[in-house]
């Protein structure tokens, strides 16, 4: 590959404009002052951001801060120079009210990062749940060549020789906690038994779904997803990963060659295989309207749906993140979906090479844990996509449904049945808590539980909350899981079999906010309908009376950027982005570098 550096880097802009020698006088003093002589700077080499996301604010990415080190040496190795930048910390589980409300803010504060300062490429650190479709959606708005680094998963996590997963052991751990066969002590030992190790979650939740897809659409090193956080190999993937992109921007290959329909549609398929997360479908959308393309929520269900589930990552299976790396990783998995016509091979990847060429040769290394095409865990294992009166289009996540679940209600043509049953509503975690387990709430194993209030607009920022344990009386009984519909979104360690992403949500007057606890409500997953079983004419009653009313309430904004961010937030099911920024693609290239600032 050559290194040559294209005619013109946009840095030159800053540090070599002869027409405006006061300027670039100013821009250059300022860089000298950690160190980059005045030559580097004035030779031409191209300037590579680290757009870093590891903080002590942010556990799971904190390990880029040390392969930071070894990007920088693979960036000069390569011949370019780094400068590495603080992205606005995104942790899933430690910011209030939701990381889901930063997932836009990070984007937007990365985006005049990389379009406002001397950059000619990126490497994107990714890793915690938000940070890889914000850092990803940011490249693709500005367009300037881009590599995503994966931080890892945590090592495995272990409990008297059983394997403890993130999130997965928290949801398990609460209903043995309800059930009254651990105290809170033990309660905090489980679950923290699940977490010995820098990196992200260990589970198929979010981070591993999108470090996973990053690779899938072709943003990062073939097989680098998988490796666990403190493995050597990751240290040497930073390596790589700093000395290819110096690579990229010498040949130019920018996110919008790599990020094109058959690079989602890929990731779509390889999301089915891995049993991915429930927010990839809001993340990928956000990503494809930034990178201008067409991508239906539908696309979902007609390239996900037939797929096999391959990988037995909890929480659909027993497995946990280094298994996954033993296993063969993503190349493994797109190996074997590659031989059975789903993967579209041609779609570029970072380094150059089409996915296929790739993936050809990739072997499964542990059976066990990354399955043959030919014996999955599970066929069909992708999302449907259902719309009905109670919204226009939800999702849910076939893979951890139960095998009697799925035959009644889904995959047997002969027992063409619908599940009916009342509903219970909960307008937001604060109402679930507090009435979950009251007795006088009615709950009965027919009832449908329901969670409103919880989406971009009404949480703010859309919260990991629909999925509800049952009542405890009814753990006791055995009764581990209940229907769970919602406006919010579902953590991807989570294996209830939910119903998710609903748009539009109750704050925005979807059909949920008509809904009251009791109504029936019939879900038909063949017809892919939800349906509340009440007169089009009632419930354009309750509509006039909730407007009258002054709409569905919720919570006041707590911070300028809530109330910001709620003023153009789009719903989860067209990726909840800020409707305005849609317009702004490819401006490295559509509006040349900006103005000077003096
Ligand atoms: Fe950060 Fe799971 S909480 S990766
Ligand atoms: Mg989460």
Known sequence: MSTETPAKLRSRAWFDNPANIDMTALYLERYLNFGISLEELRSGRPIIGIAQTGSDLSPCNRHHLVLAERLREGIRD?????????????????????????????????????????????????????????????????????????????????????????GTIVWKARQMLAAGEIDDAQFIQLVASSAPS??????????????????????SLP?????????????????????????????????????????????????????????????????????????????????GHQVPLLVNLQPAGEYLGEDYYRAGGVPAVVGQLMRHGLIAEDALTVNGRSIGDNCRDATIEDEKVIRPFDNPLRDEAGFIVLSGNLFDAAIMKTSVISPEFRDRYLSNPDDPEAFEGPAVVFDGPEDYHDRIDDPAVGIT???????????????????????????????????????????????????????????????????????????????????????????????????????????????????????????????????AILEGAEKYQRIAQTKGVPRDNH
């Not at 009984?477 to 209940?482: I, M, P, S």
């Open 445 to 575: 194993t027919e009832t449908l539980l329901f969670m409103r209030g919880a989406g971009p607009i009404g949480y703010p920022g859309a919260a990991e909350v629909v999925n509800m344990r049952p009542p405890a009386y009814l753990i006791t009984e055995g009764v581990h899981a209940l229907p769970c519909i919602g406006d919010g979104r579902q953590s991807g360690t989570s294996g209830s079999p939910s119903i998710l992403n609903a748009s539009p949500e109750a704050a925005a007057l979807g059909g949920l906010a008509l809904l009251r606890t009791g109504d029936r409500v019939r879900i038909d997953l063949r017809q892919r309908r939800a349906d509340v079983l009440i007169p089009d004419s009632e419930l354009a009653e309750r509509r006039a009376a909730l407007q009258a009313e002054g709409g569905y309430g919720y919570p006041a904004s707590q911070t300028p950027w809530q109330e910001m961010q709620r003023g153009c937030v789009g719903q989860l099911s067209t990726g």
């Open 223 to 303: 097989g680098s997803a998988a490796i666990p956080a403190p493995y050597r190999d990751r240290q040497e993937s930073a390596y790589w990963t700093g000395k290819r992109i110096v690579e990229m921007v010498a040949e130019d290959l920018k996110p919008s060659d790599i990020l094109t329909l058959d690079a989602f549609h890929n990731a779509i398929a390889v999301n089915s295989a891995i049993g991915g997360s429930t927010n990839a479908p809001i993340h990928l959308a956000a990503l494809a309207r930034h990178v201008g393309v067409e991508l239906p929520l539908k696309d979902w269900e007609h390239k």
């Open 78 to 166: 390569a011949g370019g120079l780094a400068i590495e930048f603080p992205v606005h910390p995104i942790q899933e589980t430690g910011k209030r009210p939701t990381a889901g409300l930063d997932r836009n803010l990070a984007y937007l504060g990365l985006v005049e990062i990389l379009y406002g300062y001397p950059l000619d490429g990126v490497v994107l650190t990714i890793g915690c749940d938000k940070t890889t479709p914000a850092c990803l959606m940011a490249a693709a708005t500005v367009n300037i060549p881009a590599i995503a680094l994966s931080v890892g998963p945590m090592l495995n996590g272990w409990h008297k020789g059983e394997r403890t997963g993130s």
């Open 198 to 219: 820098t990196g992200y979650c260990n589970t198929m939740g979010t981070a591993t779904t999108m470090n996973s897809l990053a690779e899938a659409l072709g943003m």
